[in-house]
């Protein structure tokens, strides 16, 4: 079975401290992907980025970035410089392995999350 | 373009009542999804379908109920509420990308329920 764990329940930081948020996850599948998902205090779900477990290359976006470690099953996530906008609530997810043909049925299993504060 | 829409946001049932919970999509997503998201926990798939007349079970459907008769719409029956069903409810649409794989998930604004 599949599981995402985010050992972080909450984060509290000052405005301009870089910020890490864990995911760990486990499958048997050798094909899949994983997702960051950001929950504002607005309740949307809000897409963040999807990688695929064949590409390792980890990513920067702005003031985001994302170290995906297929040695360790994990797939963290860095904010640097954090900003008050910040503050959400941001899960980690894992899809299904791929079907037949390259599609999935895009089945997430979450993490718990994590509450990240950012203090002015 | 809307995206999904959810109805209602907020509602509060008694116990043994029913109702549905609406989702509708104007983006010509194939496959849709029904999730609960309680306190401190993340998001528990209920059901999902794949296309019109097609739906399967996820991790928690016991309590409830789905039909996808149109492309567009996606409701959640809940049958005889228990207080274990106070949650918020998201549905979520995604397009069936044949080359890329794994879809991304586009989810409405969550519907706030409460079973006293």
């Known amino acids: 079975a599949q599981k995402v764990t985010q050992a972080q329940t909450e984060i509290s930081v000052v405005e301009k401290e870089d910020v890490t948020l864990d995911c760990v996850y486990e499958t048997r599948d050798t094909t899949y992907y994983l997702f960051w998902y950001k929950q504002p205090p607005s309740g949307e779900l809000v897409f963040l980025i999807r990688r695929n477990s064949f590409d390792e290359q980890n990513e920067i976006s702005g003031r985001y970035s994302w170290n995906f470690q297929k040695s360790t099953s994990s797939f963290n996530f860095t904010i640097t410089a954090s900003q008050v906008v910040d503050s959400a609530v941001y899960f980690c997810?894992?899809?299904?392995?791929?079907?037949?043909?390259?599609?999935?049925?895009?089945?997430?299993?979450f993490g718990q999350g994590t509450i990240l504060t950012v203090h002015p | 373009n809307a995206g999904v829409t959810q109805t209602p946001k907020f509602r509060i049932l008694k116990i043994g009542q029913s109702m549905t919970l609406q989702c509708a999509q104007d983006m010509n997503h194939n496959y849709m999804y029904w999730y609960r998201q309680d306190p401190g926990m993340g998001l528990k798939l209920i059901y999902y379908?794949?296309?019109?007349?097609?739906?399967d079970k996820g991790e928690v459907p016991n309590g409830y109920n789905v039909s996808r008769s149109t492309t567009e719409d996606f409701p959640l029956r809940l049958e005889l509420a228990a207080p274990s069903q106070t949650s918020v409810y998201f549905c979520?649409?995604?397009?069936?990308?044949?080359?890329?794989?794994?879809?991304?998930?586009?989810f409405g604004a969550g519907s706030r329920l409460t079973v006293l």
């Open positions: 979520a649409s995604s397009w069936r990308g044949a080359l890329s794989g794994a879809n991304v998930l586009t």
């Open positions: 379908s794949v296309g019109a007349g097609i739906t």
């Open positions: 997810a894992l899809s299904e392995a791929l079907l037949a043909g390259g599609t999935s049925y895009g089945k997430l299993t």
